[in-house]
């Protein structure tokens, strides 16, 4: 009578364990699916922009029309990647003075300007746009708590010209 107890006993165990194994998969199957999710609609929101960015250029219409329009004669871009070397390029010879650039990666950013750390003081802008659109709530709080910039997503600017 001992046996079947302990035998009944390893199948309910065993069985535990296999649910306990089925349902870690299932977390960990879900987890990579957010993180799919998350960088699709990170690269559709690209996307958008860029096509948004596109249509303003063959309607022969640059940024500078945001800025100027809003007073912004001094800027700094927020994230040296493609989106903030694309913003430079387009007011570099603009009426639109760009100060300084902040990156998380000072060494590694390709800039033609100076870059400078978040975590450092930043020189007097008009406003600090932020390239990193994806990234833009986080950011901006971090930003804000340091400074009384206005501090502006680039999507914004491209949707509003």
Do not use: C, H
């Amino acid at each position: 009578m001992m046996k079947r107890k302990t035998g009944i006993a390893g199948i309910v165990g065993a069985f535990g364990i296999g649910i306990a194994g089925i349902a870690l998969t299932n977390k960990f199957k879900n987890e990579e699916i957010q993180k799919k999710k998350k960088s699709k609609d990170k690269f559709k929101g690209y996307y958008n922009l860029l096509n948004q960015w596109l249509r303003l250029k063959q309607e022969r219409k640059s940024l500078e029309t945001f800025f100027v329009e809003n007073q912004y004669k001094t800027i700094a871009i927020y994230g040296m990647g493609e989106l903030g070397n694309r913003l430079y390029d387009e007011l570099k010879n603009s009426a639109v003075q760009i100060k300084y650039a902040i990156d998380e990666n000072t060494a590694g950013a390709y800039s033609e300007i100076e870059v400078i750390a978040p975590d450092e003081n930043f020189p007097e802008v008009d406003a600090i746009i932020v390239t990193a659109v994806f990234a833009y709530n986080e950011i901006e709080e971090k930003l804000s708590g340091k400074t009384n910039i206005p501090i502006i997503s680039l999507e914004d600017v491209v949707y509003e010209v």
